[in-house]
């Protein structure tokens, strides 16, 4: 089957790509805006569509009359959520957004794209790039970034502002305290890992209970010794924001009740080896 590109739904002609640009949205201190948490509410998507996502900074004049502009925000990795395409009616000035006005508001938080931005530049040329943004799939409009429904153990890769509304769902609640299992925590701004095992009371819940709460796990015990260590060395430097903003959460495997606490340890070992978590991550032990 032949992947489907963006522009097969968005239906832009030759002449409007060219008039186009694509803004891979991040939080931005100077409008007091995070995209990646704010945009979870309906009543804020217009902010993001029609003040972010058009906003000029101080040097340069990006949306100027006529400019289309799609806007996208990370959900995790290579996975993309489109926020919105609007047009823009008036320049404004630098420093302060453009007046804007949507084109079509069909596919507004709704369109999920695969692409590997490898970049810094946030905003680019859409005749750069459209033909590599590849639609992997389009929510029904009742599900948002706020849908609790669980995805199954192998599907988990949350970010922690998501993670901590995803614990508010019984569903989740459910399924993650009736496994033990190896996890994973990503810092996305250091790239640096940390691998945990879950096998106590609540399982995999009550660990990452604890890791909303504060971070890091202050009374875990694995072999007789701290396995948290460089994760409380982070938070006290930096503070709990930073495990906030930056890190996001995912499972690598999952055990029964019947599986021993020992092969679940030996099983968190092994991934601490192959990722290298111990040397250039995290892991203390």
């Not at 931005?28 to 990646?36: E, H, K, L, Q, V």
């Not at 084109?103 to 590599?132: C, M, P, S, W």
């Not at 199954?152 to 508010?168: A, F, Q, R, T």
């Not at 250091?190 to 995999?204: E, M, P, Q, R, W």
């Amino acid at each position: 089957m032949e992947d489907i590109k963006l522009n097969d739904l968005l239906q832009l002609t030759r002449e409007e790509i060219d008039k186009t640009k694509i803004r891979f949205m991040v939080p931005n201190d100077g409008i007091n805006f995070n995209p990646n948490t704010d945009a979870e509410d309906p009543k804020k998507q217009d902010k993001v569509n029609l003040e972010a996502l058009v906003y000029n900074r101080k040097k340069s004049m990006s949306f100027t009359r006529g400019v289309i502009a799609i806007g996208f925000i990370r959900i995790h990795d290579n996975y993309w959520l489109m926020t919105g395409i609007v047009k823009v009616v008036k320049d404004n000035s630098l420093a302060q957004p453009a007046t804007a006005e949507y084109l079509t508001k069909k596919y507004n938080f709704r369109l999920v794209v695969r692409f590997h931005k490898n970049f810094q530049n946030g905003i680019v040329l859409a005749k750069n790039i459209i033909d590599e943004l590849e639609v992997i799939e389009v929510w029904d409009p009742n599900k948002t970034l706020n849908d609790k429904t669980f995805p199954g153990y192998k599907n988990i890769s949350v970010s922690y502002h998501d993670l901590k509304k995803k614990l508010e769902s019984p569903e989740w609640r459910t399924a993650l305290s009736c496994r033990k299992g190896v996890y994973l925590i990503t810092d996305r701004s250091t790239g640096k890992l940390y691998v945990g095992s879950a096998y106590g009371v609540n399982g995999i819940l009550g660990r990452w209970e604890t890791y909303i709460k504060s971070g890091y796990d202050k009374n875990e015990v694995e072999n007789g010794k701290y396995p948290n260590k460089k994760l409380q060395e982070l938070v006290n430097e930096k503070g709990l924001s930073y495990i906030q903003d930056n890190f996001h959460y995912s499972i690598l495997e999952t055990f029964t009740d019947d599986v021993s606490d020992e092969y679940i340890i030996g099983r968190e070992s092994w991934w601490k080896e192959a990722l290298r978590s111990r040397e250039f991550g995290y892991n203390a032990n």
